[in-house]
């Protein structure tokens, strides 16, 4: 089932140089890699460049779950695409951004590619759509 995706998109009522950036910075990332309600992020770090990596831990209750990947490509403003390393992802998961600057702010754009299975899918769109709800209301 490893071809499964998904793609989610949101506007982001803010500047695309804005948006993109909070993607690579670690304190915005504890800000808006929130999946569900009730999590933080105590632990953030980003190398921001193409070959780079990134570290998220992500608490739910007692539980720290370690998200990592490698940035893959890094176009200033307009696309990162990264791996997506979890408890939950098998191998070569990917993620895609992309940031559309649109009328009242920027579009973004994210597909994510390589699931185990469908619930794993299902539970990442909802995670990944909390994430861009996250985003919108820190960009403020």
């Known amino acids: 089932m490893t071809d499964l995706s998904l793609t989610v998109d949101r ?3 803010a500047p695309q140089e804005r948006v993109f950036n909070a993607w690579l910075d670690p304190e915005m990332l504890a800000r808006f890699i929130i999946p569900g309600p009730g999590m933080t992020v105590p632990h953030a770090a980003s ?32 696309r990162i695409v990264f791996t997506w390393e979890s408890p939950f992802s098998v191998e070569d998961s990917t993620v ?14 994210l597909t994510h590619v390589r ?16 994430i861009l709800e996250a985003l919108d209301g820190v960009m403020v």
Do not use: C, Q
């Open 11 to 13: 506007i982001i009522k």
């Open 96 to 109: 895609t951004l992309t940031f559309d600057p649109v009328e009242g702010g920027t579009r973004v754009t």
């Open 47 to 78: 190398d921001a460049r193409e070959g780079g990596r990134f570290e998220i831990v992500m608490k739910a209750g007692d539980d720290e779950i370690p998200h990592a990947g490698e940035y893959r490509e890094i176009k200033p403003h307009e």
């Open 115 to 130: 699931f185990p299975d469908k619930e794993s899918r299902d539970n990442h769109e909802g995670g990944w759509n909390a």
